[in-house]
């Protein structure tokens, strides 16, 4: 039988009282003072990290979903989280060296393969620079002083990876050393910033354990509690444990209460918590209309943000299909959306009806044909350029359409590849997001080499998905860091690089610019 974590009357009328009367005494906080902090971001390098005690620019990211590569199987989309939030901080900061200066660091100590992660495999040369596979990491390189959680607050509100994020007021080795930190923590802290004495607060506890991952601790928390109580007093304002103003949440890595041994504890405050309602509002179950290859609602929206989404953009998806894509960047805020595709047999009226029953505004032109077409594309310009272009190529499933053809892949990615490069169809500064599908058997190595490429195209992220022993996709982002200018041309490194993408002798009648 499941456990139900409830929390007991008597134990909620202790915190509250307990609490409550100590306010009686309470000294008046002092007003923070304003912070003379840059907003610019700063480089992280690799030095040892900081204690986190020392520091009010340190915070933890909670992320949604198990394992990040949990083995070859598995359709979780935590392995796409990381790309999703330099999405958002680009969203955010307008600064590429700012996200990629951006640092990712496992923070859990606790089996990470039941937290959600995996260990490196020696044989895969992507892991040579593995990167974070818990669930619950620390980020590095925001903005310093206030503009870091103010930044970190938007990132979060708007991904739907990630389960919240915090800022880290102490941390140590056991509940009596993170506390005894936090009684150095006055009034006048820039952290008590937020409290204000009409504010309401309350506090959560997470264990994370190698049995049960992560579970909401209720039973023991007055008394964990008890234990910060010289910080906790000189809090301003009342308890609120329905609709609280802050919230301090108390982070367990390993679960002492079980029996196991407990290596970290951190004292955090809520910066702000992911998304919620965006993926249910989308469910396929909902619409009035879907096709066989309609995409999850989470991975459309997830797409968006990696490129990066502002309100008001342009989106064109070159490769429509039932405009799942388009009706999750309608839901993030686009200003306007194109829709392509070479099936016919597609209902462009119940197409909209998608984006209608949902208060959306729908697809400002939905044209049947192949993009990869001239005159398509003439029919496209009068829209462009758009901000934005995502697709997630056919590979597998069908439409009533046209039999997809031997090599249809290696087209669709040039076909991309070269919209990207139309200065009439993306911007400088655009970005293009898609989905690979790719045999498994390429999944130890480094694709990213193999990779086709444009000279005015950044590759910002590739991210490896695996969907099942037969199926991995990898989702790309590319950067249009400048005007395409004339005779460049889409370029494969190689012939190996060919195959990756399938192609057999004859079966493109494209012909590829090999290096």
């Not at 459309?300 to 388009?326: E, F, H, T, Y």
């Amino acid at each position: 039988m499941t456990r139900r974590y409830l929390p007991s009357l008597p134990s909620l009328l202790f915190l509250v009282a307990w609490v409550s009367s100590a306010h009686a005494f309470v000294p008046k906080p002092v007003a923070s003072p304003p912070s003379s902090s840059s907003a610019s971001p700063r480089a992280i390098d690799s030095a040892p990290l900081p204690p986190p005690q020392t520091s009010t620019s340190k915070f933890l990211v909670l992320f949604k979903g198990g394992a990040a590569g949990n083995g070859d199987q598995g359709t979780s989309l935590a392995c796409l989280r990381i790309a999703e939030f330099r999405g958002l901080a680009f969203r955010e900061l307008g600064d590429l060296q700012a996200v990629a200066a951006l640092r990712f660091e496992d923070a859990l100590k606790t089996d990470v393969s039941l937290a959600g992660g995996r260990k490196p495999d020696e044989d895969n040369e992507e892991d040579e620079e593995s990167s974070p596979a818990s669930s619950l990491m620390y980020v590095y390189g925001l903005p310093e002083g206030e503009n870091g959680g103010k930044v970190l607050r938007r990132i979060v509100e708007r991904a739907v990876l990630v389960h919240a994020a915090y800022e880290v007021w102490a941390m140590g080795s056991s509940l009596c050393e993170c506390a005894a930190i936090t009684k150095n923590i006055m009034n006048d802290d820039p952290r008590m910033g937020p409290l204000q004495a009409n504010t309401t607060w309350a506090a959560n506890s997470y264990v994370f354990g190698t049995k049960h991952g992560r579970r909401k601790e209720v039973d023991t928390l007055p008394q964990k509690l008890s234990i910060f109580k010289i910080l906790l007093r000189r809090l301003p304002g009342a308890v609120d444990l329905k609709a609280p103003a802050v919230r301090f949440v108390l982070l367990e890595d390993g679960d002492a209460a079980g029996g196991k041994e407990l290596h970290q504890v951190w004292f955090t405050r809520e910066v702000a918590q992911g998304s919620r309602g965006l993926t249910e509002r989308l469910s396929l179950r909902r619409r009035p209309y879907v096709t066989t290859t309609s995409m999850e609602p989470k991975a459309s929206l997830v797409m968006s943000n990696v490129a990066s989404l502002q309100s008001g953009d342009k989106v064109l998806d070159p490769m429509a299909g039932g405009g799942g894509l388009l009706l999750a960047a309608a839901q993030l805020g686009a200003g306007l959306t194109v829709g392509v595709d070479v099936n016919s047999s597609i209902d462009i009226s119940r197409v909209a009806s998608n984006f209608h029953d949902l208060g959306l505004p729908p697809p400002a032109d939905f044209i049947f044909g192949d993009v990869g077409d001239p005159n398509v594309q003439e029919r496209l310009y009068p829209w462009g350029p758009f901000d934005v272009l995502v697709a997630d190529p056919p590979y597998g499933k069908r439409e009533r359409g046209p039999v997809r053809a031997e090599g249809a892949i290696q087209e669709a990615v040039y076909t991309l590849y070269d919209l990207a490069a139309n200065n009439k169809l993306l911007r400088v500064g655009g970005r293009l997001v898609y989905f690979l599908p790719m045999d498994p058997c390429w999944a130890s190595r480094n694709v990213v080499p193999l990779l086709p490429s444009h000279p005015c195209l950044t590759p910002m992220d590739v991210s490896r998905q695996p969907l099942n022993t037969r199926l991995d996709r990898y989702l790309i982002t590319l950067h249009k860091h400048r005007a395409a200018q004339e005779g460049e041309a889409v370029v494969m490194p190689n012939e190996e690089a060919g195959r990756m993408l399938g192609e057999d002798e004859g079966s493109s009648s494209r012909v590829w610019h090999y290096n």
